[in-house]
C-alpha cells in the first residue's frame, strides 16, 4: 500500500476552503486512477495550543504501480491544478509505503 499524504496549513478562511475542498477538489480526486482509497483528517488542538496543521488527506493506491500511474494522469494533473488555485503555499506532501510489518 502506498498512501500520498497531502498535509494542509491553517486556512485564513476556512469556510472557503473547506468549500473548495469537498465540492470542487475532491469529486476531482475521486476520478483518479488506481486510487483505493481516500480518507481526510482534521487535527485537534494539543495541550499547548493549535495543531500545527488544520488537516490532512490520504491518498491509497494498491501499489507502485497504481501509484505511478495515478499521479501521472489526467485526472491527477487537473485535480492538482485545482488545488493550487485555494491552496497554493499551505499544503505540503509526503508519499508512505505502508511497512508489512505492522
Do not use: C
Request: proline share 8%; charged share 20%; aromatic share 14%.
Amino acid at each position: 500500500m502506498i498512501n500520498f499524504i497531502a498535509f494542509y496549513k491553517h486556512p485564513e478562511n476556512v469556510e472557503a476552503f473547506d468549500k473548495a475542498y469537498w465540492e470542487t477538489h475532491i469529486p476531482l480526486i475521486n476520478k483518479v486512477p488506481g486510487l483505493a482509497g481516500l480518507q481526510a483528517h482534521k487535527f485537534w488542538p494539543g495541550k499547548d495550543g493549535p495543531a500545527p496543521y488544520y488537516m490532512m488527506a490520504v491518498l491509497s493506491f494498491a501499489d507502485k504501480e497504481s501509484f505511478k500511474a495515478g499521479m501521472k494522469s489526467p485526472e491527477m494533473a487537473e485535480a492538482g491544478a485545482n488545488l493550487m488555485s485555494f491552496a497554493k503555499g499551505l499544503v505540503e506532501f509526503q508519499t508512505t509505503e505502508l511497512d508489512p510489518r505492522a
